[in-house]
C-alpha cells in the first residue's frame, strides 16, 4: 500500500520554528516531485513549496526567505524547514507527491498535519 506520512506539526509562537517531514512508503518505483501545501480554515488549499528530483525547488511569494524545502531521495522523504513563523501560517499542511507505481504516475497525498502559531 502507498502511502504519505506527516510528521512534525504542532504548536509554536510566532518568530518559532518547525520541521515538517513526510516519508513515502510501499511498492514505489520512482518518486517524481514532492512539495508541500496548506488549507487554512475557510480557505482554499494553497501551494506552500515544491521539490523536483533533481533538486529544484519552488516557493510561495509569502513564505519566500523563511520557509525552506529539502529531500533525500534515498529515504523517500520530503522536509519543511519553517522558521520565522508567523500567524497567518496557521493551517492543516499537506505533503503531495506524484509517485511512479506499478499503475503509472499518481499523485499522493498525506493525511495533513496541523500549524498552528500564536501571536
Known amino acids: 500500500q502507498v502511502q504519505l506520512v506527516e510528521s512534525g506539526g504542532g504548536s509554536v509562537q510566532a518568530g518559532g520554528s518547525l520541521r515538517l517531514s513526510c516519508a513515502a512508503s510501499?511498492?514505489?518505483?520512482?518518486?517524481?516531485?514532492m512539495g508541500w501545501y496548506r488549507q487554512a480554515p475557510g480557505k482554499q488549499r494553497e501551494l506552500v513549496a515544491t521539490?523536483?528530483?533533481?533538486?529544484?525547488?519552488n516557493y510561495a511569494d509569502s513564505v519566500k526567505g523563511r520557509f525552506t524545502i529539502s529531500r533525500d531521495n534515498a529515504k523517500n522523504t520530503v522536509y519543511l524547514q519553517m522558521n520565522s513563523l508567523k500567524p497567518e501560517d496557521t493551517a492543516v499542511y499537506y505533503c503531495?507527491?506524484?509517485?511512479?507505481?506499478?499503475?503509472?504516475?499518481?499523485?499522493?497525498w498525506g493525511q495533513g498535519t496541523q500549524v498552528t502559531v500564536s501571536s
Open positions: 503531495h507527491a506524484n509517485l511512479v507505481v506499478i499503475t503509472g504516475a499518481r499523485d499522493y
Open positions: 521539490i523536483t528530483r533533481d533538486g529544484s525547488t
Open positions: 510501499g511498492p514505489i518505483f520512482r518518486i517524481n516531485i
